[in-house]
């Protein structure tokens, strides 16, 4: 079983919809989570952290389940410059002393005009 | 302040030469890593440093080398490159008080 899996798209929506991107992780002992943004050819950049609480920032929000080691991304109101890879992520602490991060293949997004 | 930066940006290789791939960070940053990106397989660990001096093995170590001689920099090399390494190579680096990684604008790498 992989370690974090995603839909890999792509979705193609057209601008105003509202989106969600779905991702499990397989290991329990994660304890932190995120979604970061690769733009096509770019490397990846932290699009905003994930709490059991749900959190929100403007257009997206992003809950955390535990419990069935799922994480959402919803995506309102899309903009042609929401287009892109994103990417779900997941850390743990690695035998060396370091966080690690574990990322998924990504979920391909295309907002079409 | 540049962040984190790589050089170079795009190198042709042929089979069984060998290079280095320097990353380069100015944010006092502990930690940094080496990733490599394929299609269809998401960005995978190669090696990690959590400090000057110190390397540690990712997920797919096989074939690549690292060095943490400066806090700021850390090498990658490839010995003896073979086709399997054509990728897209990725340096990150992160704090110790924060779990974001920043990444840098990554390495096209083609062996041919």
């Known amino acids: 079983r992989k370690e974090v899996e995603q839909d890999p798209g792509p979705f193609n929506v057209p601008e105003g919809a509202t989106v969600a991107f779905n991702c499990t992780y397989s290991?329990?002992?994660?304890?932190?989570f995120f979604w970061y943004r690769q733009d096509c050819r770019k490397e990846p950049k932290l699009l905003m952290s994930?709490?059991?609480s749900g959190n929100e920032d403007g257009r997206f929000t992003a809950q955390l389940n535990r419990a069935s080691q799922y994480i959402s991304l919803l995506i309102r109101d899309s903009k042609l410059s929401d287009s892109a890879t994103y990417l779900c992520?997941?850390?743990?602490?690695?035998?060396?002393?370091?966080?690690?991060?574990?990322f998924g293949k990504g979920t391909k997004l295309s907002v079409i005009p | 302040n540049a962040g984190v930066t790589q050089t170079p940006k795009f190198r042709v290789l042929k089979t069984g030469q060998s290079m280095t791939l320097l990353c380069a960070q100015d944010?006092?940053?502990?930690?940094m890593y080496w990733y490599r990106q394929d299609p269809g397989m998401g960005l995978r660990l190669i090696h990690y440093?959590?400090?000057?001096?110190?390397?540690a093995k990712g997920e797919v170590p096989d074939g690549y080398n690292v060095s943490r001689l400066k806090k700021q920099n850390f090498l990658l090399g490839l010995e003896s490159a073979a086709p399997s390494q054509t990728s897209v190579y990725f340096c990150?680096?992160?704090?110790?008080?924060?779990?974001?990684?920043?990444f840098g604008p990554g390495t096209r790498l083609t062996v041919t």
């Open positions: 990150a680096s992160t704090g110790t008080n924060t779990y974001e990684q920043y």
């Open positions: 290991n329990s002992a994660s304890q932190s």
């Open positions: 994930v709490y059991s």
């Open positions: 992520v997941v850390s743990g602490f690695s035998g060396a002393g370091s966080y690690q991060l574990t």
């Open positions: 944010m006092n940053h502990e930690y």
């Open positions: 440093s959590v400090g000057e001096g110190t390397t």
